[in-house]
């Protein structure tokens, strides 16, 4: 349920949150940067876009938030979500 133009949507929440997550803070890679070492700590810089009131068809502004990839997938532990199982799976 991603419109056509989410890649632009995502970027721009992302930049207005300075690439930081808006819940802990942790910086966030921008485009084309790589972590600083080659370990598996990628998904550490990686920001995600998060709806608020968890419909996949809302796409206000204030309805989207940058997250890293630790409280995206914090806040959908335990099914408080709207991700089926192993949708946001790592590997």
């Given amino acids: 349920m991603f419109p056509e133009n989410w890649k632009q949507i995502a970027t721009s929440i ?3 949150s300075n ?3 808006s819940k802990c803070g942790r910086p966030g890679l921008r485009p084309g940067e790589k972590p600083p ?3 598996g700590k ?3 810089y990686t920001l995600q876009v998060h ?3 968890r419909d996949p068809s809302d796409n206000r502004l204030n ?3 940058c997250l890293c990839t630790r409280c995206h997938l914090s806040y959908h532990q335990f099914r408080r979500g709207n991700v089926s199982p192993g949708q ?3 590997f």
Wanted: glycine content about 0%.
């Fill in 63 to 65: 309805n989207l938030v």
């Fill in 51 to 53: 709806r608020w009131n």
């Fill in 88 to 90: 946001l799976s790592l």
């Fill in 37 to 39: 070492e080659l370990t």
């Fill in 19 to 21: 690439w930081r997550c």
């Fill in 14 to 16: 992302k930049e207005s």
């Fill in 42 to 44: 990628r998904r550490a």
